[in-house]
C-alpha cells in the first residue's frame, strides 16, 4: 500500500511568501495564528494570512523542496 501525501499542489509542502518570503512549514505549524504542528496550508483557515506581512494565501508560492 503506498499512500502519497501530495494532495494536489498544497498538499504537504512548504510554502513560501512571494512578498516577504516568510516560509508556512506544516511541520512546524504557525505559533502566531495558533496553527499546531502537522496541517497543511491547504487546511489553513479561510482567514489566515502571512503572519509577517499579512499578505493572502494567494500571495504564497509552492516550494518546490
Ligand atoms: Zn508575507
Known sequence: MNVK???GQQGGG???CKICWYVYDPAEGDEIWQIPP???FGELPPHWCCP???GGKEQFLTMEN
Open 52 to 54: 509577517v506581512c499579512d
Open 14 to 16: 512548504r510554502l513560501e
Open 38 to 40: 502537522g496541517v497543511s
Open 5 to 7: 501525501f501530495e494532495r
